[in-house]
């Protein structure tokens, strides 16, 4: 006699494979969102701290290009497109920068919401740091 179908023991053996490969999968997709926050909030704390340096050298003066800025963050030109707000994409979040004589806000957006982050990230004059979920 020929059966149709799986039997109980085969269904239970597939939902065994699919919860190990789970448990597997989820821990590594985690870490990877969590490390690609922990970088945008690292370049927005250096892109801040460079911004404060140039006005404590400047009598208090912030940097009004991102040619000035980077005086103190060579790196600066890799996350700021322009001072006037655009987009620069760089791993997992999108920067954007505005600058001017009288102060900054620098932003971390993610790319793709969910998987290469969940928050959006803010600094302003003074190193005020802002996150807030998307």
């Known amino acids: ?28 997709l985690t870490a990877s969102r969590k490390s690609s926050e ?27 290009s991102v040619v000035e800025l980077t005086e103190f963050i060579a790196s600066a030109g890799s996350y700021c497109a322009n001072s006037n707000g655009a987009a620069t994409v ?21 790319v793709t919401a969910g998987s290469g982050g969940s928050i959006t990230y803010t600094v302003t004059t003074g190193g005020v740091f802002n996150p807030s979920l998307q």
Do not use: D, Q
């Open 1 to 28: 006699m020929k059966k149709n179908g799986f039997s109980l023991v085969e269904v239970m053996i597939i939902l065994v494979v699919v919860i190990l490969l789970a448990v597997i999968a989820i821990p590594y």
């Open 90 to 110: 760089s791993g997992e979040y999108s920067y954007a920068c505005t600058l001017g004589l009288g102060g900054y806000t620098f932003s971390a957006s993610p």
């Open 38 to 64: 922990i970088t945008a909030k690292e370049v927005l704390r250096k892109l801040s701290i460079a911004a404060e340096n140039y006005a404590a050298s400047h009598s208090g003066v912030y940097p009004a």
